[in-house]
């Protein structure tokens, strides 16, 4: 299933179900779909899921470092692995838009 973030002060964005859950719930939100911020509770989500991807992201480096410390020169590397803070950079920043615009935020 596909979730659409959509607001006034971008264009639309597009996240699988499971991901989209996932950032909606660093952001202090249940997994309703759809639903809605209002333009005042756009900065305090904004707020919360910048705090939970900057723990993530200290966690995902610290479990690189000690993998790359286990890994011998022979084997082969599994595919890239593309984190959920590099997945969220669109969603924070259409929250960072619509905070400055004071637009509310929907996903469906």
């Not at 179900?17 to 756009?42: H, N, T």
């Not at 470092?65 to 590099?86: D, H, R």
């Not at 669109?90 to 400055?100: G, H, I, S, W």
């Amino acid at each position: 299933m596909i979730v659409t973030f959509k607001s006034k002060a971008t264009g639309n964005l597009i996240y699988f179900k499971d991901i989209a859950v996932k950032l909606l719930s660093l952001m202090g939100r249940d997994d309703k779909v759809p639903s809605a911020l209002y333009a005042e509770d756009v900065s305090v989500a904004l707020t919360k899921l910048q705090l939970a991807l900057t723990a993530i992201a200290e966690e995902e480096q610290a479990k690189a470092e000690q993998s790359e410390a286990g890994i011998a020169q022979n084997e082969v590397k599994a595919k890239p692995y593309i984190s959920l803070t590099v997945r969220a950079q669109p969603l924070v920043e259409m929250l960072q838009r619509a905070a400055k615009k004071q637009c509310p935020v929907l996903w469906e």
